[in-house]
C-alpha cells in the first residue's frame, strides 16, 4: 500500500496562478522521501493540499488507502505535519501547544500527558516545558514542530524544510531523530533547500518544478546520472603553470589550488597517479559543489531552459 | 467499545480540549475580559440607577434602577460572548495556528461549538457578575431563574456565533471593531435596556420590532422582573431561528474554508 498516492493533482489560485499543473506521485510506505524544487515550484501548495491546509482545485489524494475526500478524518489521523512557519501561539507554555494538539487529535489528557512528556524528552525540550513559546530560540521552535506533529503518533510525517535556520548541531541530532523514526516505520516526506540532507537521509525524491514533476526517482539513481565531478585540490608546493594531465580537465585557480574535473571513466587513483608523475603532491581535496545540487541545478535549468526553448 | 463509540468519544476530547482552551485564555487576562464590564454597568447603576433613575421615577411599575437591570445584564453577555470568539478566532488565523485544528481530524461542528462554547462561557461569567454586583444595588427578587438562564445561554450562543463569522471574514485588527462599534452598540441602547418601547410612538415602536435585541431584553425581563413589551415565545423563536441561521452559515463558511484556507 501506498503512504501516499497523489493523482493528477491540480491547484489554481484566485486570480489565475496555477500552482500545480497535474501532480502524479506515489509514496511507498516505510519510505524516507525528498521533494525537491526551486522557490515557487509548488512544493508547499502540494503540501497544503495534502495536509488539508489548501484546497484543492483537481485530483485526487489517498493517504494510507483512505481518499481525502470521502474519508478526511481518516485521512487527517494519519499525517503529521511540520510546517516551514512557525504556526504557534507564543504565550501558551510549552507543553501546553503539545497537549492541546493531542486534544485536537481526540487522545484523552491521560494518554497526552505520557506521550508528550515521551517527545518532548527526545526532542531535548522537556526542562522548558513551563515556557512560554515566545521565550523559545528558533531551534526549539522546530524541535517542538516536530513534538507536536508527532503526539498522535502518524504513520506519515511531513517535514517541511524542517532545519531552515538552526545550527548544524541541532540538525545533525534531528537527521538522527529522524533516521530512527523512519527505521520504526514512519513514513517521511521532506522537503529541504539543504541537498545534503535529502542525500544524508533520503532513499528516493522528486523534484518538483513549475507545477510538475521533473523528476521521481531513487536518490542513487539520481546521483548516478552525474556524468562529471568537480574537486577543489590544494597542493603542497606552489604550481606555476597547468600541468599536463592526461585525461583530466585542469583549471588553475591560484599557485596553490587546482580544480579538476572528472567524469565517469576516471578514476581518483588514476588522478594521484597523473600528480604524483608530475610531482604534484596533494594536502586536501573536496567536492566543488554538493553532487546533488549539481543535479538538481541542471535538471531545473535544464528543463527551464527546453520549455523556453519550445515556447519560443 | 464500537468504532462509532470511539469516535464520539474522540469529539468529546476535542471539544473539551477546545472549551478549556478559551475558557483559559480569558480567565487568564480576566481583568482585560470581564473586569470592565462589571466596573462599567457598576457606573451605569450608580449614574443612571442611583443620581439620575431617583428623578425619573418607574418604568413597567418597576423602580428605574430595577428596570435596567435586565437590559445591562444582557448587555454584558452580548459584548463578551461576542468579543471572545472574534478576538480569539482571529487571533488564530492571524498567528496561523488555527492550522493545528484545521491538519486535525476535528469535525467543523466541533470546531465551531469548542469557539462558541467559550464565548458563551465568558458571556455567562460576565452577565452572573454583572447580576451579582446589581443584587448589591437593588432587591430585585427573581420572577423565574429558568427563562433567565435560558435567555442568557441562547443570546450568548447567537452573539458567539455572529463573532465567529465576524472574525472569519476579518482580515485586520480593526475589522473585528468594527460590528462592535457601528452595529451592536446601537442595537442594543436601542434595544429596550434603558426604557420600555411602550413609552416610544407608533411608529417607533414598529421600527423597534425588527431589533433582535429588543427580543432577547424583554424575555431576560421577564426571567427577572416578570413584565415585557414582547411575547415570551416570539422572543425565544425569534432567538432561536437565529442561531439555526447563523450555525448554518458558520459551518458552510469552515466547510469552504473562507478566510482560512487558500
Redesign the interface.
Same mark, same amino acid.
Given at each position: 500500500m501506498f503512504a501516499l498516492d497523489v493523482q493528477q493533482l491540480t491547484k489554481t489560485y484566485r486570480g489565475g496562478f496555477q500552482a500545480l499543473k497535474g501532480i502524479d506521485l506515489q509514496v511507498e510506505e516505510g519510505d524516507f522521501f525528498a521533494l525537491l524544487g526551486p522557490n515557487g515550484a509548488g512544493k508547499s501548495t502540494f503540501i497544503g493540499i495534502v495536509s488539508s491546509l489548501v484546497n484543492k482545485t483537481t485530483g485526487q489524494v489517498r493517504v494510507f488507502g483512505n481518499d481525502q475526500d470521502a474519508d478526511p478524518e481518516a485521512v487527517k489521523s494519519c499525517i503529521g505535519l511540520v510546517p516551514q512557519e512557525f504556526n504557534f501561539n507564543l504565550f501558551l507554555p510549552v507543553i501546553e501547544v503539545v497537549l492541546n494538539q493531542a486534544g485536537y487529535y481526540g487522545i484523552p489528557r491521560h494518554e497526552a500527558k505520557i506521550r508528550a512528556e515521551r517527545y518532548l524528552r527526545q526532542l531535548d525540550l522537556w526542562d522548558r516545558r513551563n515556557q512560554e513559546m515566545r521565550r523559545l530560540s528558533g531551534g526549539m521552535k522546530r524541535r517542538l514542530m516536530i513534538a507536536r506533529a508527532l503526539v498522535h503518533q502518524p504513520r506519515l510525517l511531513i517535514l517541511d524544510e524542517p532545519t531552515a535556520g538552526v545550527d548544524i548541531e541541532i540538525r545533525r541530532s534531528m537527521w538522527s531523530f529522524l533516521r530512527d523514526l523512519n527505521a520504526e516505520g514512519t513514513t517521511i516526506i521532506l522537503t529541504t533547500h539543504y541537498l545534503e540532507e535529502a542525500e544524508s537521509l533520503c532513499r528516493n525524491i522528486a523534484i518538483i518544478n513549475r507545477g510538475l514533476i521533473a523528476e521521481r526517482t531513487s536518490i542513487s539513481a539520481l546521483l548516478n546520472k552525474l556524468h562529471t565531478e568537480t574537486f577543489v585540490l590544494n597542493l603542497k608546493g606552489r604550481v606555476s603553470e597547468l600541468p599536463e594531465l592526461g585525461g583530466f580537465v585542469l583549471q588553475y585557480l591560484d599557485d596553490c589550488t587546482l580544480e579538476v574535473e572528472m567524469n565517469r571513466d576516471h578514476t581518483i587513483n588514476g588522478l594521484f597517479d597523473a600528480l604524483s608523475r608530475n610531482g604534484i603532491e596533494v594536502i586536501s581535496l573536496r567536492n566543488k559543489q554538493n553532487r546533488l545540487e549539481r543535479l538538481f541545478l541542471e535538471m531545473v535549468d535544464g528543463r527551464v531552459a527546453a520549455a523556453e526553448g519550445g515556447v519560443a | 467499545m464500537n468504532g462509532l463509540g470511539r469516535r464520539w468519544? !474522540? $469529539?468529546a @476530547?476535542?471539544f473539551?480540549?477546545?472549551l #478549556? +482552551?478559551e475558557i483559559l485564555r480569558f480567565s487568564r487576562i480576566w481583568v482585560q475580559t470581564v473586569l470592565p464590564s462589571v466596573i462599567t454597568t457598576t457606573l451605569y447603576f450608580v449614574v443612571f440607577g442611583r443620581l439620575i433613575g431617583d428623578r425619573i421615577g418607574t418604568m413597567d411599575g418597576f423602580a428605574y434602577l430595577d428596570f435596567i437591570v435586565p437590559g445591562l445584564v444582557l448587555m454584558g453577555v452580548i459584548t463578551n460572548s461576542y468579543a471572545n470568539v472574534v478576538s480569539s478566532f482571529y #487571533? #488564530?488565523k492571524f #498567528? !496561523? $495556528?488555527i492550522?493545528? /485544528? /484545521? @491538519?486535525?481530524?476535528?469535525?467543523h461542528w466541533v470546531i465551531l461549538a469548542g469557539y462558541v462554547g467559550g464565548g458563551v462561557a465568558r458571556g455567562l461569567v460576565v452577565g452572573g457578575a454583572v447580576l451579582a454586583v446589581a443584587l448589591l444595588f437593588t432587591d430585585i427578587h427573581i420572577h423565574s431563574p429558568g427563562v433567565m438562564f435560558l435567555v442568557c445561554l441562547m443570546t450568548a450562543t447567537l452573539f458567539s456565533l455572529g463573532g465567529f463569522i465576524n472574525a472569519v471574514y476579518a482580515n485586520s485588527f480593526d475589522d473585528i471593531s468594527i460590528v462592535p462599534t457601528f452595529v451592536l452598540t446601537p442595537l442594543t441602547y436601542l434595544g429596550g435596556v434603558f426604557y420600555s418601547i411602550q413609552l416610544l410612538p407608533d411608529f417607533w415602536q414598529a421600527v423597534s420590532m425588527a431589533n433582535p435585541v429588543l427580543y432577547m431584553v424583554n424575555a431576560f425581563r421577564y426571567g427577572l422582573l416578570g413584565v415585557s413589551d414582547i411575547p415570551l415565545g416570539a422572543a425565544f423563536g425569534m432567538i432561536l431561528v437565529f442561531i439555526v441561521v447563523l450555525v448554518a452559515y458558520s459551518l458552510r463558511l469552515l466547510q !469552504?474554508?473562507v478566510g482560512i +484556507?487558500?
Amino acid at each position: 500500500m501506498f503512504a501516499l498516492d497523489v493523482q493528477q493533482l491540480t491547484k489554481t489560485y484566485r486570480g489565475g496562478f496555477q500552482a500545480l499543473k497535474g501532480i502524479d506521485l506515489q509514496v511507498e510506505e516505510g519510505d524516507f522521501f525528498a521533494l525537491l524544487g526551486p522557490n515557487g515550484a509548488g512544493k508547499s501548495t502540494f503540501i497544503g493540499i495534502v495536509s488539508s491546509l489548501v484546497n484543492k482545485t483537481t485530483g485526487q489524494v489517498r493517504v494510507f488507502g483512505n481518499d481525502q475526500d470521502a474519508d478526511p478524518e481518516a485521512v487527517k489521523s494519519c499525517i503529521g505535519l511540520v510546517p516551514q512557519e512557525f504556526n504557534f501561539n507564543l504565550f501558551l507554555p510549552v507543553i501546553e501547544v503539545v497537549l492541546n494538539q493531542a486534544g485536537y487529535y481526540g487522545i484523552p489528557r491521560h494518554e497526552a500527558k505520557i506521550r508528550a512528556e515521551r517527545y518532548l524528552r527526545q526532542l531535548d525540550l522537556w526542562d522548558r516545558r513551563n515556557q512560554e513559546m515566545r521565550r523559545l530560540s528558533g531551534g526549539m521552535k522546530r524541535r517542538l514542530m516536530i513534538a507536536r506533529a508527532l503526539v498522535h503518533q502518524p504513520r506519515l510525517l511531513i517535514l517541511d524544510e524542517p532545519t531552515a535556520g538552526v545550527d548544524i548541531e541541532i540538525r545533525r541530532s534531528m537527521w538522527s531523530f529522524l533516521r530512527d523514526l523512519n527505521a520504526e516505520g514512519t513514513t517521511i516526506i521532506l522537503t529541504t533547500h539543504y541537498l545534503e540532507e535529502a542525500e544524508s537521509l533520503c532513499r528516493n525524491i522528486a523534484i518538483i518544478n513549475r507545477g510538475l514533476i521533473a523528476e521521481r526517482t531513487s536518490i542513487s539513481a539520481l546521483l548516478n546520472k552525474l556524468h562529471t565531478e568537480t574537486f577543489v585540490l590544494n597542493l603542497k608546493g606552489r604550481v606555476s603553470e597547468l600541468p599536463e594531465l592526461g585525461g583530466f580537465v585542469l583549471q588553475y585557480l591560484d599557485d596553490c589550488t587546482l580544480e579538476v574535473e572528472m567524469n565517469r571513466d576516471h578514476t581518483i587513483n588514476g588522478l594521484f597517479d597523473a600528480l604524483s608523475r608530475n610531482g604534484i603532491e596533494v594536502i586536501s581535496l573536496r567536492n566543488k559543489q554538493n553532487r546533488l545540487e549539481r543535479l538538481f541545478l541542471e535538471m531545473v535549468d535544464g528543463r527551464v531552459a527546453a520549455a523556453e526553448g519550445g515556447v519560443a | 467499545m464500537n468504532g462509532l463509540g470511539r469516535r464520539w468519544t !474522540r $469529539y468529546a @476530547v476535542t471539544f473539551q480540549t477546545i472549551l #478549556s +482552551k478559551e475558557i483559559l485564555r480569558f480567565s487568564r487576562i480576566w481583568v482585560q475580559t470581564v473586569l470592565p464590564s462589571v466596573i462599567t454597568t457598576t457606573l451605569y447603576f450608580v449614574v443612571f440607577g442611583r443620581l439620575i433613575g431617583d428623578r425619573i421615577g418607574t418604568m413597567d411599575g418597576f423602580a428605574y434602577l430595577d428596570f435596567i437591570v435586565p437590559g445591562l445584564v444582557l448587555m454584558g453577555v452580548i459584548t463578551n460572548s461576542y468579543a471572545n470568539v472574534v478576538s480569539s478566532f482571529y #487571533s #488564530s488565523k492571524f #498567528s !496561523r $495556528y488555527i492550522e493545528e /485544528l /484545521l @491538519v486535525s481530524p476535528a469535525p467543523h461542528w466541533v470546531i465551531l461549538a469548542g469557539y462558541v462554547g467559550g464565548g458563551v462561557a465568558r458571556g455567562l461569567v460576565v452577565g452572573g457578575a454583572v447580576l451579582a454586583v446589581a443584587l448589591l444595588f437593588t432587591d430585585i427578587h427573581i420572577h423565574s431563574p429558568g427563562v433567565m438562564f435560558l435567555v442568557c445561554l441562547m443570546t450568548a450562543t447567537l452573539f458567539s456565533l455572529g463573532g465567529f463569522i465576524n472574525a472569519v471574514y476579518a482580515n485586520s485588527f480593526d475589522d473585528i471593531s468594527i460590528v462592535p462599534t457601528f452595529v451592536l452598540t446601537p442595537l442594543t441602547y436601542l434595544g429596550g435596556v434603558f426604557y420600555s418601547i411602550q413609552l416610544l410612538p407608533d411608529f417607533w415602536q414598529a421600527v423597534s420590532m425588527a431589533n433582535p435585541v429588543l427580543y432577547m431584553v424583554n424575555a431576560f425581563r421577564y426571567g427577572l422582573l416578570g413584565v415585557s413589551d414582547i411575547p415570551l415565545g416570539a422572543a425565544f423563536g425569534m432567538i432561536l431561528v437565529f442561531i439555526v441561521v447563523l450555525v448554518a452559515y458558520s459551518l458552510r463558511l469552515l466547510q !469552504r474554508g473562507v478566510g482560512i +484556507k487558500t
